[in-house]
């Protein structure tokens, strides 16, 4: 079956601008997650959604927003973008959320912010 | 929170070499696991270990989790080995998972 779905894998955007990214989780898969990719802080959570609700959100300024649909397909936002928002954006998708759950990743949305 | 520390940071393996790579964690825990990072950037499951051991061909991996650590064995390593090896946590606490800094491990034709 296909795997988790990145859309898109690269974007370029300019101080002040909005970024969304989208991502489709794995048949069946209720849960998404979203990890930011810095060479500098490495691997760090952004949220989890699960049936459509935010289940928990990481330690990131409120310009950092997503949502979940019903189809499970989820999308974050990032307004106002800033130099250090550029980085790997990855997405990965569970059966079960939280603890329960197997996280299976995406290729990742490559942003940069110039 | 829970923290995680990977050792070595980087590896330089010659092709047909095995390694073992560790991921020690702060705290108890019920899901540890081990993913690879390719070269385009994407995170491949390796291990869903959160104790005991498993195997896949070349790769296996060792979690004993009363003493908070995890192993990954890498044996004849090939050139595709090549990438970053995270491991992952979940913090109960924090309800998400925390990744550790990652090894970057380079196999040499």
């Known amino acids: 079956k296909a795997g988790v779905t990145q859309t898109p894998r690269y974007l370029i955007k300019t101080r002040g601008q909005q970024v969304t990214l989208s991502c489709s989780p794995i048949s069946g898969h209720r849960s998404v997650s979203w990890y930011q990719q810095t060479p500098g802080q490495g691997l760090q959570f952004l949220f989890e959604y699960f049936s459509e609700t935010q289940r928990n959100k990481g330690n990131f300024p409120g310009r950092f927003s997503g949502r979940q649909f019903s189809n499970s397909r989820s999308e974050m936002n990032v307004s106002t973008l800033e130099l250090g928002d550029s980085a790997l954006y990855l997405c990965?998708?569970?059966?079960?959320?939280?603890?329960?759950?197997?996280?299976?990743f995406g290729e990742g949305s490559r942003l940069t912010v110039l | 929170g829970i923290q995680v520390e990977q050792s070595p940071p980087d590896l330089i393996l010659q092709e047909g070499a095995n390694s073992t790579l560790r991921c020690n964690f702060s705290?108890?825990?019920?899901?540890l696991q081990w993913f690879h990072q390719n070269p385009w950037g994407q995170l491949i499951n390796l291990f869903y270990?959160?104790?005991g051991t498993k195997q896949n061909g070349r790769l296996s991996a060792t979690t004993v989790a009363t003493e908070r650590y995890s192993l990954l064995y890498i044996s004849s390593s090939q050139t595709t080995d090549s990438g970053v090896y995270f491991c992952a946590v979940f913090d109960n606490y924090g309800q998400n998972f925390v990744f550790g800094p990652g090894t970057r491990l380079s196999v040499l034709p």
């Open positions: 705290d108890s825990v019920n899901n």
């Open positions: 270990i959160p104790s």
């Open positions: 990965a998708s569970s059966i079960l959320q939280g603890n329960t759950g197997e996280l299976f």
